[in-house]
């Protein structure tokens, strides 16, 4: 398997410009998960989904973050307008379904990440 | 709600020489258990994981952690470390039918020679 792959590694945009970053879990992953990870923040949840469907989004920060996952390998998160202070990077991690207390449960397994930079 | 608290921001340590990185939870109930590494510029890869059971667990690149309930600590260690070790340690927290894992702010390990 080729593991969660993130696009695109790296962008740089002007601010006020639409961002969107795109993540393909791993077959067979039900669960798919948005992080952002920066120096001040560390890693923050965002958002996550099981079957395609959004649990949770209480992390997503305001309304010019939204996410989608219109079907189980493919998910997509967009920023508009974006902000300078949206620089960051953002991971996609994606895990299995729950066992019940087996050593499958909670496990992520990561993407390398987008990094974005907004001027 | 669920914390973890890495109280090294960075540690410095000699090729060769042994390692421990703190790690500290808050969680009411019985907590699941990581540790991640994240070299520069990639993703976090799993390091070991403690759900039940002995409470020294064993992981990949020789590293092990000890799970200490008493002390709501979750340490990890290497008897000697590489070179190859020198990245960002995350140490994370995550429960059953708690599907959120909140991660620590991490511990950057540099390695001197």
């Known amino acids: 398997d080729a593991g969660v792959i993130q696009s695109p590694r790296h962008e740089v945009t002007e601010m006020g410009q639409e961002v969107t970053l795109r993540c393909k879990p791993i077959s067979g992953h039900d669960y798919l998960f948005w992080y952002r990870q920066t120096m001040m923040r560390g890693l923050e949840l965002l958002i996550y989904f099981n079957n395609n469907v959004p649990i949770d989004d209480s992390g997503m920060p305001e309304d010019r973050f939204s996410a989608k996952m219109p079907n189980a390998s493919f998910s997509t998160l967009k920023i508009q307008p974006s902000e300078p202070r949206d620089s960051a990077v953002y991971f996609c991690?994606?895990?299995?379904?729950?066992?019940?207390?087996?050593?499958?449960?909670?496990?992520?397994?990561f993407g390398a990440g987008s990094r974005l930079t907004v001027l | 709600a669920q914390s973890v608290t890495q109280p090294d921001i960075h540690i410095t340590v000699s090729e060769g020489a042994s390692l421990e990185l703190r790690c500290n939870y808050s969680y009411g109930a019985t907590p699941y258990l990581f540790w991640y590494v994240q070299s520069p510029g990639q993703g976090l890869q799993l390091l070991l994981k403690y759900f039940s059971g002995d409470t020294l667990v064993q992981g990949i690149k020789g590293f092990e952690a000890e799970f200490k309930r008493s002390q709501s600590s979750f340490n990890l260690r290497k008897p000697s470390v590489h070179w190859s070790d020198a990245a960002e340690y995350f140490c994370?927290?995550?429960?059953?039918?708690?599907?959120?894992?909140?991660f620590g702010t991490g511990t950057r390990l540099t390695i001197i020679p």
């Open positions: 991690a994606s895990r299995g379904p729950r066992d019940t207390f087996s050593s499958g449960a909670n496990v992520l397994t």
């Open positions: 994370a927290v995550g429960a059953r039918g708690n599907e959120k894992l909140t």
